[in-house]
């Protein structure tokens, strides 16, 4: 679905105050929109083209990522000292949600209840910033996401991502939809002078970024995990193993005197194998491989999304994607999720404790077994609720 007009009559409207937010991987490839190399990092010009299309706040959905890290890494850790309910299965990516809702319905006590960062900025832009700061009602703040992914799309109809029939997200477009509004309202990407995230909701660690990489997420929860299990500095942050364009990728982390079993699946495919192996060894009464499982749909992760400019087959484009998310995140002074002071204050503020009473309404959701023709009857009596 075309999502461009719904949001020009957005940014066209006096009722609402638009803002939009952008995913860690649009910024690495939107330039090849306007002929720059893949994997050029846009960050500061893409600000400055939404300003320029009129949207009163730009917002980077990396805050929404560091935060998904500290709920995240809290629910392992949790899980991990009580021994159950593992592994983690993480649950940024809305296609594998969809598919293992569908097809691995029996495992969805072993899924985050996180929502993804997407899900979690919009419900802190509208029920915090929009209060707390603009002193406006939530329902009178329009959001907008900027994804690399037509999933995200789906992910903001479900309608539990929300309070009080207000959704987290109003909509969603792609990368390839903005570059064509850019284009649309003349402005010259490439040549724009560079501007900066708005604040509070725009600063954010290396962590973050990697997001947008397959390993990006569980490597971001081993580094803010590790530091809270041991309490002690964790020097070298990069956890290389988990790293690259392979479709399982596995590693073993010591912490604490443990070894933490992780393993990333880049693809459906692989998922589908990682989920078949747990489902046997789970039946079998062992016990399970791993202790974290991160999945992404698309090959690559959110660089190489559905909704990104198209590679034409070309997957130097894609690696390169990721190396310019790798590099913002080393060329970052803070590169763990838990350092930033945004999200501190955050919690200082409005929600409390990690995973406390605040945190679970706002930051987290619930799953269904979609995979009966009742599946749908049984969401809406429990969204009812």
Avoid at 257 to 262: E, S, Y
Avoid at 328 to 342: C, V
Wanted: charged content about 25%; overall charge negative; some cysteine.
């Amino acid at each position: 679905v075309n999502n461009i007009p719904l949001v020009w009559d957005a940014l066209h409207q006096n009722e609402k105050t638009v803002v939009v937010q952008v995913a860690p991987s649009v910024r690495v490839a939107i330039g090849e929109e306007f002929g720059l190399e893949a994997g050029t990092i846009s960050t500061g010009k893409m600000v400055a083209a939404l300003k320029s299309l009129g949207f009163k706040y730009v917002f980077d959905t990396n805050f929404g990522a560091d935060l998904t890290i500290m709920e995240e890494a809290s629910e392992f850790i949790n899980k991990f000292k009580e021994n159950k309910n593992l592994p983690l299965l993480t649950s940024c990516c809305p296609a594998w949600i969809n598919f293992i809702e569908k097809n691995y319905p029996e495992h969805l006590n072993l899924t985050s209840t996180c929502k993804s960062p997407q899900g979690m900025f919009g419900a802190i832009a509208k029920n915090y910033f929009a209060p707390k700061v603009l002193n406006i009602e939530p329902k009178n703040m329009y959001v907008v996401s900027v994804m690399p992914c037509v999933a995200k799309k789906y992910e903001c109809s479900r309608n539990e991502l929300g309070q009080d029939n207000i959704p987290d997200v109003d909509i969603s477009i792609t990368t390839r939809e903005l570059a064509k509004m850019i284009k649309e309202a003349g402005i010259d990407l490439a040549n724009l002078d560079e501007e900066p995230f708005d604040s509070p909701l725009g600063e954010s660690t290396g962590a973050a970024d990697i997001f947008g990489t397959t390993g990006g997420v569980l490597e971001a929860a081993l580094r803010t995990a590790y530091e809270w299990i041991t309490n002690k500095e964790l020097k070298d942050v990069n956890f290389s193993l988990v790293r690259g364009f392979e479709g399982i990728k596995e590693a073993t982390v010591n912490i604490a005197g443990t070894d933490v079993n992780v393993v990333a699946a880049s693809s459906l495919g692989c998922a589908r194998k990682l989920m078949d192996e747990l489902r046997a060894d789970l039946a079998a009464g062992k016990a399970p491989k791993y202790h974290i499982i991160e999945i992404m749909a698309c090959p690559g992760g959110c660089v190489a999304g559905g909704g990104q400019p198209f590679h034409g087959g070309d997957y130097e484009k894609v690696k390169a994607r990721g190396a310019g998310l790798y590099a913002i995140d080393a060329n970052k002074p803070k590169r763990k999720s838990h350092q930033n002071e945004d999200i501190k204050k955050l919690y200082a503020e409005f929600l409390g404790e990690r995973g406390g009473h605040n945190a679970h309404t706002y930051l987290h959701t619930h799953y269904f077994d979609r995979s009966n023709p009742y599946a749908k009857k049984a969401e809406a009596e429990c969204t009812a609720e």
